[in-house]
């Protein structure tokens, strides 16, 4: 069973940076899909950014230029670092790991962009 465990939120002013980790249980960061996700409020979950195997990355319109996804394959993390936040990046942010058939997700980290 893989798990999968976020940390690094908080609350932070607009403008500011915040560095999400996702820590893998098994060695599963450089054999699958790796994303970030969040979910605001009454709102649907939505892909922030995702790292395929090959090192392929997609990054959501909303965050491009602000938000850049890594992975540790030694270490068994990924990461988000996420610069210039605005009030509008506040959510739940969730890591996912995926392989078929196989998905799996952290509990999730709030991040809350407030002055």
């Known amino acids: 069973q893989v798990q999968l465990v976020e940390s690094g939120g908080g609350l932070v002013q607009p403008g500011g940076s915040l560095r999400l980790s996702c820590a893998a249980s098994?060695?599963?960061?450089?054999?699958?899909?790796m994303g970030w996700y969040r979910q605001a409020p009454g709102k649907q979950r939505e892909l922030v950014a995702r790292?395929?195997?090959?090192?392929?990355?997609n990054t959501a319109d909303s965050v491009k230029g602000r938000f850049t996804i890594s992975r540790d394959n030694a270490k068994n993390t990924v990461y988000l670092q996420m610069n210039s936040l605005k009030p509008e990046d506040t959510a739940v942010y969730y890591c996912?790991?995926?392989?078929?058939?196989?998905?799996?997700w952290g509990q999730g980290t709030q991040v809350t962009v407030s002055s």
């Open positions: 996912n790991a995926a392989r078929y058939p196989y998905d799996y």
């Open positions: 098994g060695s599963i960061v450089s054999i699958y899909a």
């Open positions: 790292i395929t195997t090959g090192g392929s990355i």
